[in-house]
């Protein structure tokens, strides 16, 4: 995607000798040209981490092209800088549980096998979605009775079925659950209309977990939603729900609050971010980023803009943001309750954002696996250098 540009005018090539930055930027050069994989020295994440905090990332697998298993590009990355893998998609209930009665593992095994012999952890990901199922699941018929059966056994056949070696320590139990919109305006949005919402009610939020505790007491248990860094009105959702939870006389077993964290280079506003970990931190669950990644071709209301290649410029931009939201991360988590930050996906062009638009730029690594500013980013506010 990023093509290196190398007919430099003369000009140009002054202007390099006085600030290679600048002439980088007006140019639009890629970040291959001019910030050589020398400048960012960054020989391991998950190394720099605090108190062992995972630093994960999102693999493709199974029968992916770019599958993990298949790609030694990717195993060198994820090797050297992952403490914790996540599946980006092969542990999503449309390959779990592909029927009724049969749940598929054959894939996942494989990447849990390889997260293991590689001293990596897992976060599973994730039990119940709106989205991801299984026809089976969209077109069953039954009352709320048959329904809540239904969900219990999805859930206790893939949590049991992980849980017995320590390799997948977490799950994302509901994800997604609260809604975009806040119909009656009361500054708390609605829950999310899905089959799960339609057919047991508000029920499944709770025995969702308790499903995976009984089949995993050993599992973190979180909640897992997109832009409630940015949404007051989501993240009240988030919190109104996880109250309940903790204020039930029988506690549901949740144990965390995950961050998705797709955000833009100008949403939302650090001080927002700040706030919101601020506010989830206060109901004591530990807090996780779970799907860093951060577009830079499309502004705060989603409209895309016109980068054709990414610019030096730009590239730094995203690595002081990232830097700064990491650092954020960490002032306002307290230690014990940091249950780490993931990035989703290794390399540019594996990006899930990209099959949105081919102009976004939005993890660590280039298209040819080179290092981008954004790792020294992170880098920089895992070992809090300025
Ligand atoms: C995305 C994957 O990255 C894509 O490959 C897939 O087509 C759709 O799902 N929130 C989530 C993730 O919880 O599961 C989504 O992953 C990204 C948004």
Redesign the pocket.
């Known amino acids: 995607m990023i093509k290196a540009k190398k007919q430099f005018a003369i000009p140009a090539l002054l202007f390099m000798a006085v600030g290679a930055l600048l002439v980088a930027s007006c140019a639009g050069l890629d970040t291959r040209t001019l910030l050589a994989p020398a400048e960012i020295d960054v020989p391991s994440l998950y190394q720099l981490a605090p108190h062992d905090m995972p630093i994960g990332v999102?693999v493709?697998a199974g029968k992916?092209r770019n599958s993990l298993l298949k790609s030694p590009e990717r195993q060198v990355l994820v090797n050297q800088h992952f403490s914790q893998i996540t599946a980006?998609?092969i542990m999503?209930p449309s390959y779990l549980h592909p029927a009724a009665n049969r749940f598929f593992f054959a894939d996942a095994d494989a990447l849990v096998d390889y997260a293991a012999s590689h001293g990596k952890t897992v976060h599973g990901?994730?039990l119940v979605?709106h989205?991801?199922l299984p026809a089976w699941i969209v077109e069953f018929k039954g009352d709320a009775v048959a329904w809540s059966g239904l969900m219990a056994s999805h859930i206790t056949g893939i949590v049991a079925h992980f849980a017995d070696e320590d390799v997948v320590v977490s799950w994302?139990v509901l994800?997604?659950v609260i809604a975009d919109v806040d119909e009656d305006r009361d500054g708390t949005n609605d829950l999310r209309r899905s089959v799960w919402l339609d057919n047991i009610g508000t029920g499944y939020l709770a025995a969702a977990y308790r499903a995976a505790h009984a089949a995993d007491p050993d599992a973190e248990l979180y909640y897992?939603?997109?832009h409630i860094a940015g949404t007051p009105a989501k993240l009240n959702a988030v919190l109104d729900m996880v109250g309940e939870f903790q204020s039930d006389p029988d506690p549901v077993p949740i144990h965390g609050i995950a961050f998705?964290m797709?955000v833009r280079l100008d949403w939302p506003d650090i001080k927002q971010i700040k706030a919101s970990f601020a506010r989830a931190a206060a109901t004591g669950l530990k807090i996780k980023i779970?799907?860093l990644d951060m577009s830079v071709n499309t502004d705060r209301r989603g409209r895309r803009g016109s980068m054709k290649a990414l610019s030096v410029a730009v590239a730094v931009q995203q690595q002081k943001r990232i830097e700064q939201i990491i650092s954020a991360y960490l002032d306002e988590i307290p230690e014990a309750q940091r249950g780490g930050i993931s990035v989703?996906?290794i390399a540019d062009a594996d990006?899930?954002q990209r099959?949105e638009s081919p102009d976004e730029w939005p993890l660590l690594f280039d298209d040819e696996f080179k290092p981008k500013p954004a790792l020294q980013g992170l880098a920089n506010g895992l070992a809090r250098r300025r």
Request: hydrophobic fraction near 20%; avoid cysteine; proline fraction near 4%.
């Open positions: 999102a493709p992916a980006e998609n999503k990901h994730t979605w989205y991801g994302d994800n997604e897992n939603d997109y998705q797709h779970s799907e989703w996906g990006s899930w099959t």
